[in-house]
């Protein structure tokens, strides 16, 4: 049971005198790099299905470089 005990301890220490935390500044342009990427890669896949005609639906009027290549 000391062990625990000591292992908490050690986990309070830690996250309070040796964890460099961010400052709010930091946080926030973190946050909006993370969000444009995440937006930057959703975009990028959804043109790359497009382009390659990944949609799902057999009967859809494009279907891409996929269904060209499937058509000859």
């Known amino acids: ?9 050690e986990t309070v220490t830690e996250m309070a005198h ?6 709010w500044k930091e946080l926030q342009s973190n946050t909006i790099i993370v969000v444009v990427a995440s937006v930057l890669i959703a975009i990028t896949i959804f043109v790359m299905d497009f382009v390659f005609g990944i949609t799902g639906d057999n009967g859809s009027t494009w279907r891409g470089l996929l269904g060209f290549i499937y058509n000859l």
Do not use: D, G, L
Request: glycine share 0%; aromatic share 20%; charged share 25%.
């Open 18 to 23: 040796r964890v460099t935390w961010p400052t």
């Open 1 to 9: 049971m000391s062990k625990v005990k000591e292992y908490f301890s």
